[in-house]
C-alpha cells in the first residue's frame, strides 16, 4: 500500500488500525488497490465497536496471502468477524494494483489477483490507482452509499452470515441483468443499485 493511503487508513480509523508506534500493526502488506476494502473494513469495525463498547478488536497483521487479503486479529465479536470474512472473501475480486475488477491468476505457484492490465506486476511496486475514485472523507452523500453500507446491508439481509453474504455478492443475479453484485461495488450508481435490491428483497419484492 503506497505512503498516502496507508496514513489515510491510519488516520481515519485510528481505533481499528493503529499508527505503527502504538501496535504491532507494520502497515499493510498488501497493494493500494485493496484501500476500498480495508477503508470499509476499518469504518464498520470502528462503527461497531463504538456503538457495542465492546472488547477493542485489535489488528496485529494485514496482508495479501494465496491472492486474497488476510486480516490476522484479535478480540472482536461475531460481526467484526463476519465483515472480516466479507471482506476477504471478496478481495480475490479487485485487482490487488489498482482496485478494479480482477481475478486470482496462478503463476508458477504464486497466486495473485489482477486485472488484465496488472497481470504480472508485483504489488511491491508503488503503482498509483487509477481510474478509482479518489479516497472520499467525511460521509458519503445519501445517494452515494459507501461500500460499508452496502456490505453492512448484505449482512444484515443475512442474519450476520459471511458465507451467504459472499455467495449473494458472487453469483450472476437476474435482478442485476446477469450481474454479480460484487461488480457493481466500485461504482457510486452501482452502490445505490445494490442497495435498492437488497431493500426489495428484503421487503419479498424478489425471492
Ligand atoms: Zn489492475
Known amino acids: 500500500m503506497n505512503d498516502e493511503l496507508d496514513i489515510e487508513l491510519t488516520s481515519r480509523y ?3 488500525y493503529p499508527p505503527i508506534s502504538n501496535s504491532g500493526l507494520h502497515g499493510f502488506e498488501c497493494g493500494s488497490g485493496w484501500f476500498h476494502l480495508l477503508d470499509a473494513t ?3 469495525i470502528q462503527r461497531r465497536m463504538d456503538a ?3 472488547e477493542p478488536f485489535v ?3 494485514i496482508k495479501e496471502k494465496f491472492g486474497e487479503l488476510r486480516v490476522y486479529y484479535s478480540h472482536g465479536d461475531a460481526y467484526v468477524s463476519a465483515v472480516i470474512d466479507v471482506i476477504e472473501g471478496l478481495s480475490g475480486r479487485f485487482c490487488e494494483i489498482c482496485g478494479d475488477r480482477g481475478e486470482i491468476h496462478e503463476d ?3 497466486l495473485s489477483t489482477r486485472c488484465a492490465r496488472h497481470l504480472g506486476t508485483s504489488a511491491g511496486k508503488t503503482v498509483q490507482r487509477e481510474g478509482q475514485e479518489a479516497p ?3 460521509a458519503s452523500p ?3 452509499p459507501s461500500i460499508a453500507d452496502v456490505i453492512d446491508s448484505a449482512l444484515s439481509l443475512f442474519g450476520g452470515n459471511p458465507t451467504h453474504v459472499i455467495g449473494w455478492y458472487t453469483r450472476q443475479a437476474h435482478a442485476l441483468g446477469g450481474i454479480a453484485p460484487v461488480d457493481l461495488l466500485n461504482h457510486p450508481a452501482g452502490r445505490a443499485q445494490l442497495l435498492r435490491l437488497i431493500g426489495q428483497i ?4 424478489y425471492t
Open 202 to 205: 428484503e421487503h419479498g419484492v
Open 42 to 44: 476499518g469504518c464498520l
Open 59 to 61: 489488528a496485529h497483521q
Open 14 to 16: 485510528p481505533v481499528v
Open 142 to 144: 445519501l445517494h452515494s
Open 52 to 54: 457495542a463498547k465492546s
Open 136 to 138: 472520499q472523507t467525511g
Open 108 to 110: 508458477q505457484g504464486w
